[in-house]
């Protein structure tokens, strides 16, 4: 399974419902995510992919898409 799968299948996981946008579209602006989630999908990401993400990162920009979260998953491999 591919990053944008695995970044996919947490994000579903958290919303309840299957992701109905693409890769670029707003998680957050669409409705799919609010902030209150962010901490939650922050603890998953590092779970998922072993890394380490310091709280002066968790703001909603840089978690906004999917296409986001993988970029800055490479980012801390």
Known sequence: MNKQAR???IVEKLSGKPL?????????????????ALPDMVGALEREF???????????????SIARIEAYIETRS
């Open 20 to 36: 109905a946008i693409g890769p670029d579209e707003s998680l957050f602006e669409s409705g799919v995510l609010d902030s209150f």
């Open 50 to 64: 072993s890394i380490r993400i310091p709280d002066a990162d968790l703001t909603p920009r840089k978690f906004d």
């Open 7 to 9: 970044i996919t299948e």
